[in-house]
T-cell receptor, first 115, second 111 residues
Framework: EPEVTQTPSHQVTQMGQEVILRCVPI?????FYWYRQILGQKVEFLVS????????KSEIFDDQFSVERPDGSNFTLKIRSTKLEDSAMYFC?????????????FGPGTRLTVL | QKEVEQNSGPLSVPEGAIASLNCTYS??????FFWYRQYSGKSPELIMS????GDKEDGRFTAQLNKASQYVSLLIRDSQPSDSATYLC???????????FGSGTRLLVRP
């Protein structure tokens, strides 16, 4: 069964460093999302992406964040200068095209630890 | 503020019992509703979606939607210890298709 994959599974970085989190969505999906979950808190929407542009972004997704689909398979989230409060699980999700299904499937996540 | 509310639990049921999980949402115009299961340290796993009023059954799971009451529930029949997890209710409230999650209900199934 096709699935969303994410790398790395765990990333440790120093405050102020740049990190890139990578995702490979399900192959026929066209809508891509990033969510994050701070330990013990709700899953929060960060950004949605379709047709090579951002569809919507949350207040969390400030100028330090960017997303890119550099090729036909990868979807990346970059944090330019990490802060302590960026420590969280980051989940990529994807959705297939068409109005019939709104289901989003999540990858296994990347645990980001900012020291 | 668009919100999804769930009782945090834990909800403790004996093995073989029916577990009933509930969720309310704030936006009356919401159209799509989902239940995800999340094991500790893992990602949300989609178990049910429901779009219209009434019941939708899939194996041991039944989702129930009442748009007039802005209420969605999940029933798990013949609960197993492996069902012990946090169950997340998620709602799409607008045309952005972004998911708004509740805080989740922790379910414990006692052997």
């Amino acid at each position: 069964e096709p699935e969303v994959t994410q790398t790395p599974s765990h990333q440790v970085t120093q405050m102020g460093q740049e990190v890139i989190l990578r995702c490979v969505p399900i192959s026929n999906h066209l809508y891509f999302y990033w969510y994050r979950q701070i330990l013990g808190q709700k899953v929060e929407f960060l950004v949605s992406f379709y047709n090579n542009e951002i569809s919507e972004k949350s207040e969390i997704f400030d100028d330090q964040f960017s997303v890119e689909r550099p090729d036909g398979s990868n979807f990346t989230l970059k944090i330019r200068s990490t802060k302590l409060e960026d420590s969280a699980m980051y989940f990529c999700a994807s959705r297939e095209p068409g109005r019939g299904s709104n289901e989003q499937f999540f990858g296994p996540g990347t645990r980001l630890t900012v020291l | 503020q668009k919100e999804v509310e769930q009782n945090s639990g834990p909800l403790s049921v004996p093995e073989g019992a029916i577990a009933s999980l509930n969720c309310t949402y704030s936006d009356r115009g919401s159209q799509s509703f989902f239940w995800y299961r999340q094991y500790s340290g893992k990602s949300p796993e989609l178990i049910m979606s429901i779009y219209s009023n009434g019941d939708k059954e899939d194996g041991r799971f039944t989702a129930q939607l009442n748009k007039a009451s802005q209420y969605v529930s999940l029933l798990i029949r013949d609960s197993q210890p492996s069902d012990s997890a946090t169950y997340l209710c998620a709602v799409i409230m607008d045309s952005s298709y972004k998911l708004i999650f509740g805080s989740g209900t922790r379910l414990l199934v006692r052997p």
